[in-house]
């Protein structure tokens, strides 16, 4: 049974920055397409960045520039580094991930029912 925990959210200042993890068990991570979503209130969840089985990356237009996704096949965790951090990147952040082969591109406006596994979730918040 595939796990996901997300960890690494917090308060912080704008302009200000944090590291988000996502601990994957029961699996191998490098056969995954994985991704990081976010949903903040009253709004839909949308897509922040993806990594696809190849390492190719894709990432949100209002994110580029600002946040990073990688991935260690190693530990098996997936981070998403984000900088210069904006009061509108408040939201709930979950990761996800796939065994299927989606792209990058694909996976980041993938529906939720498109990935087979999801975590917690974690909350960010950023004050002005």
């Known amino acids: 049974q595939v796990q996901l925990v997300e960890s690494g959210g917090g308060s912080v200042q704008a302009g200000g920055s944090l590291r988000l993890s996502c601990a994957a068990s029961g699996y191998t991570g490098r056969s995954y397409v994985m991704g990081w979503f976010r949903q903040a209130p009253g709004k839909e969840r949308e897509g922040v960045a993806a990594?696809?089985?190849?390492?190719?990356?894709s990432y949100a237009d209002s994110v580029k520039g600002r946040f990073t996704i990688s991935r260690d096949n190693a530990k098996n965790t997936l981070y998403l580094q984000m900088n210069s951090l904006k009061p509108e990147d408040t939201a709930m952040y979950s990761c996800a991930a796939d065994l299927g082969g989606m792209t990058a591109i694909q996976a980041l406006g993938a529906l939720e029912g498109d990935f087979g596994y999801w975590g917690q979730g974690t909350q960010v918040t950023v004050s002005s």
């Open positions: 990594i696809d089985r190849r390492g190719s990356t």
